[in-house]
């Protein structure tokens, strides 16, 4: 299939701009959209005879929906050959050719699309063709990205739309997307949109005001700043990276980009669903807001089952919901080269100096620990001990004045003062002596500090990444560790900085030094190895100190994810639907709970630290995976 060269937007590059701030319905479209829905299931009518009993514009399209399905029902009868030949032909004149690919396109330079990767492409050309936006969901690593560059391609190359776009993600990942067009379909042009003030206005008034481009590729912050411009286009597509960020459908950005103009949305999220119903309804309402049009029926609609069989039957009529928009695929059911990862828990104890660090925290705050305040205790203390706790579990030099010094010195108590250092201090080493390549992860970029000293001591080549990177250094950085040959042994690298647009699939050890709150920056953080592209198997080691609040804000993390197995999983997993308790931020509660626990233990122990000679890591190994 032939590919015509860039024409540009020429004369017409006002057809481009909206003519009016009234947004219209265009009423084929919706009727269409309604139509095809209804013929998939009946379960839609609930939503769209809800959204059009308080919208009247929706009113009459449906009406005509009902009449035209009623009518003709009563008398049936065989018809004449003139009648079937002429609806055969207003068939043919009316249906519009659909392009299905069995190959990775001609216009995707660079490489080939794999086979699930062409499946997805069809998807996302199918409900374009059905007037629908969507939310591709494949497992991190799978490919999104690629995924939405060729079905761009796809608009501009067989359909002959140019645009505009404009893509909306995280400031982290721009410089990746730029890449990735660059890389598979270097005709489409592209602007990224970043830079002070100044720098911006004058990308705005060249290329963005002149339609210099088809695609935008801006940051969340960028798209809140410079709303008034954006608001002018009528956007062919909207493309949101990292959409669950918008699940709040009441945030200032999730505002902002509903008073966009759009024929069609597209968002993009490895994690589709986190913590409940309402989060699922706010991207499902983003995506058709003529179809989900309140979150209340939603809600009737999904919580009216009381029994478990009701809720196992209501489970399977939202995938049923579901399945036109979203298309989730993991990486075991598609990639069959790739081995599944294997995932530890790595249970350790205290050193003595951190157990004296805890108690003194505990001792600090004791009224708070014993609950002595009641309903005046303020969260925002118990917040702040949860933070000392977690800090001291993961190191006590993490507080100011426990490092011995001055003189500061880089030697063997920067590991035998904490547990966790001791183990990663052996399993390093373990590692070093099999080939292995390893990442490790912590919250903390002073812990990445502790860290990188640590690699220093022990001579070993390192790569480092964190909150306060730059674009540039980030990308040197991941090059450099992935170049054939790179003396690079570790990464380092916080859970949130290091979870969006990096690949690193030259290592086959995660090591998460410390868990976070949002169980889905964890398993981002797991899915930088392991993703396509990865050829050995992926061991993940999760450090967990043992009786502490570590334990607990694991717990809690994992109860999170109930709703994700639930529903997207394809109801691998169907015990309980109550996903609404998770969603919560932690109650007061909850938090001297997390607080009290193991705090006896921690006063009442007299152990000392074995000795780190006397840790046989195996052993360890061994019990902490059958815990796990």
């Not at 009902?66 to 207003?90: C, M, P, Q, Y």
């Not at 001792?363 to 620990?369: F, G, L, N, S």
């Not at 450090?543 to 997207?568: C, G, P, S």
């Not at 233990?601 to 995976?625: A, G, H, N, R, W």
């Amino acid at each position: 299939m032939g590919v015509e060269p860039f024409q540009g937007f020429g004369d017409n590059k006002e057809r481009y701009f909206i003519k009016s701030e009234k947004k219209h319905i265009d009423v084929e479209a919706t009727k269409s959209r309604f139509e095809y829905l209804l013929g998939l299931t009946n379960l839609f009518r609930h939503f769209i005879d809800a959204k059009a009993s308080k919208d009247a514009r929706f009113r009459s399209i449906v009406d005509d929906i009902h009449n035209k399905s009623n009518s003709g029902t009563t008398v049936r009868r065989r018809k004449t050959e003139k009648e079937e030949d002429a609806e055969l032909l207003n068939d043919e004149v009316s249906t519009a050719s659909i392009t299905e690919f069995t190959e990775s396109p001609g216009y995707v330079h660079n490489g080939k699309l794999r086979p699930y990767q062409i499946q997805g492409l069809n998807w996302l050309i199918g409900l374009h063709e059905n007037n629908l936006s969507g939310i591709l969901a494949d497992e991190m690593g799978l490919g999104k990205t690629l995924q939405t560059i060729s079905f761009i391609g796809y608009l501009r190359f067989i359909k002959h739309i140019n645009g505009p776009h404009i893509v909306i993600t995280p400031k982290s990942t721009l410089d990746n997307w730029a890449r990735e067009f660059n890389r598979w379909i270097p005709d489409i042009k592209v602007l990224v949109i970043q830079g002070d003030k100044d720098e911006r206005y004058q990308l705005l008034q060249e290329k963005v005001m002149t339609c210099e481009f088809d695609v935008i590729i801006a940051s969340y912050e960028i798209v809140i700043r410079e709303k008034s411009t954006f608001k002018k286009f009528d956007w062919e597509y909207i493309i949101i990276d990292e959409a669950h960020r918008i699940k709040n459908e009441e945030s200032l950005l999730s505002q902002i980009i509903r008073m966009f103009h759009s024929k069609n949305r597209l968002l993009i999220t490895g994690t589709p669903l986190q913590n409940n119903l309402k989060e699922l309804w706010a991207l499902l309402n983003f995506i058709l807001p003529d179809v989900f049009g309140d979150s209340e029926s939603f809600d009737d609609w999904f919580t009216k089952g009381e029994t478990g069989e009701d809720q196992e039957d209501l489970v399977g009529q939202l995938h049923k919901v579901l399945k036109p928009f979203l298309l989730r695929r993991i990486k075991a059911d598609v990639e069959k080269s790739l081995l599944p990862k294997q995932e530890m828990n790595v249970y350790t104890k205290m050193s003595d100096m951190q157990r004296k660090w805890y108690q003194k925290i505990l001792e600090k705050d004791i009224d708070a620990v014993n609950g002595a305040n009641g309903k005046r205790e303020s969260k925002t203390r118990l917040l702040n001990i949860v933070m000392q706790l977690r800090k001291c579990c993961n190191h006590p030099y993490l507080f100011d004045g426990a490092e011995p010094g001055p003189p500061y010195t880089t030697d063997e108590h920067l590991v035998y003062n904490s547990q966790k250092m001791i183990i990663l201090d052996k399993l390093l080493k373990k590692f070093k002596r099999e080939g292995s390549r390893v990442l490790i992860f912590s919250q903390m970029s002073r812990m990445l500090d502790i860290l990188e000293d640590y690699c220093y001591f022990r001579e070993f080549k390192y790569c480092r990444i964190d909150g306060q990177t730059d674009h540039v250094d980030r990308i040197n950085a991941i090059d450099e560790y992935n170049k054939p040959g790179s003396d690079k042994f570790v990464f380092l690298l916080t859970t949130r900085a290091g979870g969006l647009g990096i690949n690193l699939t030259t290592a086959d050890i995660v090591i998460l030094f410390d868990s976070d709150w949002n169980p889905q920056a964890d398993l981002q953080a797991m899915d930088r190895a392991h993703r396509i592209g990865q050829t050995k198997q992926v061991k993940v080691f999760r450090f967990i100190t043992e009786n502490a609040i570590e334990e607990k804000v694991l717990e809690r993390a994992t109860q999170k994810l109930r709703l994700d197995q639930l529903v997207i999983q394809q109801g691998r997993n169907t015990a309980g639907l109550d996903g609404q308790q998770s969603s919560k931020a932690a109650s007061k509660n909850e938090l001297i709970d997390m607080i009290q626990f193991g705090a006896a233990d921690v006063f009442e122990s007299k152990d000392k630290t074995v000795p780190e000679e006397d840790i046989d890591i195996e052993e360890l190994l061994k019990s902490s995976e059958s815990k796990t």
